[in-house]
């Protein structure tokens, strides 16, 4: 698609990126920004896509959006799967929409494969493994044998199956999952990124022990917000530690605890503990993110800038 201006000013950028570690007030600043430059929000959290789960996810109410469209929040039931090629497929053409309305894509969130998903063509190295597709191919394996796993790759990619020996099995499930992810062969893909829009991205850098601090207090939020009930919930309704949504942060947890596997300090404890890892792993991710423009999250003009930058008045960070 060739990218076209998408409010009054954009020369340079066609898309805006708020990402970053959890806890480091993506939401609201992108609200800001969205508000800033005619702009319209679509979240990119793996947990924000599921109905029910509100208060463990963090999912901006009504009021917080403030009258910005949002898209990619609510999109599946919570006993569903949902994979990056299920983000792609129903948020790329979101975005693109969005740009021949001329308005200005904010793209928001801590999930950095759904980014990358936008950002970027799917090229072979990138395809984030997926470990339902994974599993499948290893249950037929064991059913009816590697060879049979590997006549299905030679249905569909002849190319790397003759590559390929049928007891290397890893590969020839990598190849197959290439293949159902993108649609395309791995034969035929290369490896590296492809941009396949403009943008800017953006995200917070919180000293750490700030960052934390702000973890732990978001999980005392969310606990006295209604967290555990929220989850037992969902777990009277048959969603339980089989369902996806229920390894996310919080809900795994609280499970536990509802299972009476640990105590309520305990699962509290786990819950900012394992948010930290979460953080640290997402702050390793964009540090080498293409072009990502760290800001002073105590700086009071980051609206400003930030917006001037996107739609080209400010031609430089």
Same mark, same amino acid.
């Given at each position: 698609m060739k990218s076209k201006k998408c409010s009054k000013g954009l020369s340079e950028k066609t898309a805006v990126v708020i990402c970053g570690a959890t806890a480091s007030g993506k939401t609201g600043f992108s609200v800001d920004i969205a508000e800033a430059v005619g702009g319209e929000v679509v979240s990119a959290d793996c947990m924000l896509v599921y109905k029910r789960l509100n208060i463990g996810t963090a999912k901006p109410t009504v009021e917080e959006r403030k009258g910005i469209p949002h898209y990619m929040i609510d999109v599946a039931e919570p006993e569903q799967g949902y994979s990056v090629s299920d983000y792609?497929?129903?948020?790329?053409?979101?975005?693109?929409?969005?740009?021949?309305?001329?308005?200005?894509?904010?793209?928001?969130?801590?999930?950095?494969?759904y980014i990358q998903s936008l950002l970027f063509e799917r090229q072979n190295g990138n395809v984030p493994a997926d470990a339902r597709i994974r599993e499948k191919y290893e249950n037929l394996a064991l059913?009816?044998?590697?060879?049979?796993?590997?006549?299905?790759?030679?249905?569909?990619?002849?190319?790397s199956a003759e590559k390929l020996h049928p007891n290397d099995l890893k590969r020839v499930i990598r190849a197959l999952e290439i293949f159902e992810c993108t649609g395309r062969k791995k034969s035929?893909? #290369? /490896? @590296?990124?492809?941009? $396949?829009?403009?943008?800017?991205?953006?995200?917070?850098?919180?000293?750490?022990?700030?960052?934390?601090?702000?973890?732990?207090?978001?999980?005392?939020?969310?606990?006295?917000?209604?967290?555990?009930?929220?989850?037992?919930?969902?777990? #009277? /309704? @048959?969603?339980?530690? $089989?369902?996806?949504?229920?390894?996310?942060?919080?809900?795994?947890?609280?499970?536990?605890?509802?299972?009476?596997?640990?105590?309520?300090?305990?699962?509290?404890?786990?819950?900012?503990?394992?948010?930290?890892?979460y953080a640290k792993r997402q702050i390793t991710f964009f540090k080498k993110f293409p072009n990502l423009i760290w800001l002073d999250p105590e700086a009071k003009e980051n609206v400003e800038r930030v917006s001037e930058y996107v739609v080209g008045r400010k031609t430089d960070f």
């Open positions: 792609e497929n129903a948020a790329l053409p979101l975005v693109y929409d969005i740009v021949q309305r001329e308005k200005v894509p904010v793209i928001c969130g801590g999930t950095g494969f059913e009816k044998g590697k060879g049979y796993v590997h006549s299905m790759l030679a249905e569909v990619d002849p190319e035929e893909q #290369r /490896d @590296g990124f492809e941009p $396949r829009i403009r943008y800017a991205a953006f995200a917070f850098d919180y000293p750490r022990n700030i960052l934390y601090e702000r973890i732990d207090r978001r999980v005392d939020q969310m606990l006295s917000a209604g967290l555990v009930d929220e989850v037992e919930s969902l777990y #009277r /309704d @048959g969603i339980d530690e $089989r369902c996806q949504c229920m390894q996310g942060i919080g809900y795994k947890e609280v499970l536990e605890f509802l299972k009476n596997r640990i105590s309520y300090s305990t699962m509290s404890d786990m819950i900012k503990q394992n948010t930290r890892n």
